[in-house]
């Protein structure tokens, strides 16, 4: 019998395998038993009640869809007195994603949201249409730094980072956010995103602008992790594209040490628990003992360099 | 060896006689087996499919969403959600009538006997038959009246008097008469083609049905101009009602917010979820589209 659990600093997850943020609720407990999950990820909350943005929210593209929702939700009260007890009632560990225009506030935030049923804070600092001055810190190395050591003073909780992919150079930032304090890297947010009707001229999304979800995405968010996990010390997930068991091992030996799953669960609202299945199967059929040899395990080193040699391998 | 990756990752999604490793759920992931896809005329057409005993859990109103196959060379990326037309729990079938519309709908049109077919569900708030009502008037125009059929069968079971008023381009496109009449409903037929259809002899027929003491409730989909009419007439009569609404969904199960519509309550706009508040909603507080 496999042993999918992995470590992320102190929080153990039963299995890789987590729902993404935004991409999930404990509704889901109507279609799949939640306790056979890695991670329970709510919704990111703000401080405040939000309506969210106009809709249309989502618009089909090729490879995937573009969506702009706009962190809808019932603030922090709510959320703390109504929606943590739901998350509660399941075994695996919760993640609260939370976002915020300021770092003072992001700060304040992290105080109220460590109460004894949340278990990892993930600071959404990379939510692609908020401006990179007002929520979305994770564009600028500088903001990323500042908003996380200011977190980090007003929380015990395990705080993981979630970072942007629209960012110039993830890897800096990567830095700065271990630097600052983060437990873990969660790499990445979606792509800002544009589609424009050829029917009426308009924007295909009441917001304009939206982030790319697809599968599609995955050797992107992959080369990411693989950079940002060469020169940091902290645990990743990755986050981007997985629809299958080979996309989690590929994204474990990349080196992340767990996923997050978004796109795959909208397909099919059963997809995280085959993905759990089918990675379990995975490593019995390899004899893989334990799922977390796997994490950074790439081949990379022993690569030929040599083309003339390389070209007359057998393929 | 070891295996080879399967190709839809679906091994989680039930067929039928499957058994169950989830059984307290109230939704499933199904593939269900197409017994027939017939065109019933230029434009609609009707899709039965065995499925597993837990789709058969489906009423009135509710909804599945279904994984539709690529009418073209393009991938269909997200569900399409769609209510249940008629559910038969003796032949384990549930059935849809759709439109060939839309890229979803045309993939499912490509659907034959045989073929499996990916739905999610049932999904959602359906109709609620009120103790006391002895006499309903259901008011949909094309495809919504889809949604109003299976209220028929409900109605039928509580000894319900149905009114159904049918609204259509032309008679060759009414929908459902057969069904509404075969479950005891009396229709009335209304149409562009003879000026039958305009509001105002809608309003007339209404205010006859509410005359003779037949409208109790009033229960609508299909048409934001027989949504306002049947919400003036609700208001004025003080007599409740249901709206079925659509919006463009992603997930089915609350989870990704996108398929809101906006709602009036006490005054206060709010917005509401199609998927898991709804679909069906009260009709006074539909702000409509």
């Known amino acids: 019998m496999v042993d999918l659990s992995v470590k992320i600093g102190d929080i153990t997850l039963q299995n890789p395998v987590t729902p993404a943020s935004g991409a999930f609720s404990w509704e889901y407990n109507d279609v799949i038993d939640l306790n056979r999950l890695g991670g329970l990820v709510a919704k990111t909350i703000c ?10 929210r989502m618009a089909e593209t090729e490879g995937g869809i573009i969506q702009s929702i706009g962190l809808p939700g019932k603030g922090i009260e709510y959320f703390v007195a109504h929606i943590v007890p739901e998350y509660a009632k399941f075994k695996p560990p919760l993640i609260v994603s939370v976002s915020s225009e300021s770092i003072e506030d992001f700060a304040a935030l992290a105080a109220e949201l460590s109460v004894p049923d949340v ?45 942007s992919p629209n960012a110039g150079d993830i890897v800096s930032i990567a830095k700065a956010a271990e630097d600052a304090g983060a437990d873990c890297l969660v790499i990445a947010n979606t792509f800002l995103s544009l589609k424009i009707r050829t029917d009426n001229f308009r924007p295909a999304l009441g917001n304009k602008f939206g982030g790319l979800v697809s599968p599609a995405l995955k050797p992107i968010i992959l080369r990411m992790v693989y950079q940002v996990a060469k020169v940091v ?13 080979e ?18 669960g909208f397909r099919n609202p059963t997809a995280l628990i085959t993905i759990i299945e089918d990675l379990a199967a995975w490593c019995n059929e390899r004899g893989i003992k334990k799922v977390a040899e796997l994490i950074g395990a790439v081949r990379d080193q022993d690569m030929e360099k040599d083309p003339l040699v390389a070209a007359s391998a057998g393929v | 060896m070891p295996s080879e990756p399967k190709g839809k990752y679906t091994n989680s999604a039930l067929r039928a006689g499957d058994q169950d490793p989830y059984p307290q759920r109230l939704v499933g992931e199904f593939i269900g087996t197409v017994v027939s896809n017939r065109s019933v005329n230029d434009e609609y057409k009707h899709l039965i499919l065995d499925v597993h005993e837990h789709a058969l859990n489906a009423y009135a109103g509710q909804m599945f969403h279904l994984l539709c196959p690529s009418p073209d060379d393009e991938e269909v990326w997200m569900r399409r959600p769609m209510s249940v037309y008629r559910v038969d729990r003796q032949a384990g079938q549930v059935e849809f009538l759709y439109k060939v519309e839309g890229r979803g709908t045309r993939g499912i049109a490509t659907l034959a006997p045989g073929d499996d077919f990916n739905l999610a569900g049932p999904l959602g708030v359906g109709f609620k038959l009120q103790q006391g009502w002895n006499n309903i008037v259901v008011l949909g125009r094309g495809v919504g009246l889809a949604t109003l059929a299976p209220l028929s069968q409900l109605a039928a079971e509580r000894g319900i008097g149905v009114t159904a008023i049918l609204s259509a381009r032309n008679p060759a496109v009414v929908m459902s008469k057969e069904l509404f009449e075969g479950l005891g409903a009396r229709t009335i037929t209304v149409v562009d083609s003879d000026g039958s259809s305009a509001i105002e002899n809608v309003e007339k027929i209404i205010e006859a049905l509410i005359a003779e003491g037949k409208a109790d409730a009033f229960f609508t989909c299909g048409s934001n101009r027989l949504l306002k009419l049947m919400q003036r007439l609700g208001k004025k009569h003080n007599i409740p009602g249901q709206v079925a609404m659509e919006q463009i969904m992603v997930c089915g199960f609350g989870a990704c917010y996108v398929c809101m519509r906006t709602f009036e309550v006490d005054g206060q706009r709010v917005l509401r979820r199609v998927c898991r508040d709804g679909p069906v909603f009260n009709m006074q507080e539909a702000v409509g589209w």
Request: overall charge positive.
């Open chain 1, 233 to 245: 010390k902290i645990p990743i997930v990755g986050i981007g594209g997985v629809t299958k068991a």
């Open chain 1, 247 to 264: 996309d989690v091992v590929e994204y474990m030996l990349a080196g992340a040490s767990a996923v997050g799953v978004g796109y795959a």
């Open chain 1, 47 to 56: 401080r405040e009640p939000r309506l969210g943005n106009p809709t249309p």
């Open chain 1, 119 to 163: 278990d990892v804070i993930e600071a959404n600092i990379s939510c692609p249409t908020r401006n990179s001055t007002g929520g979305n810190f994770a564009m600028h190395e500088g903001y990323t730094r500042d908003c996380i050591q200011a977190m980090r003073a007003k929380t015990k909780k395990p705080l993981w980072v979630k970072l």
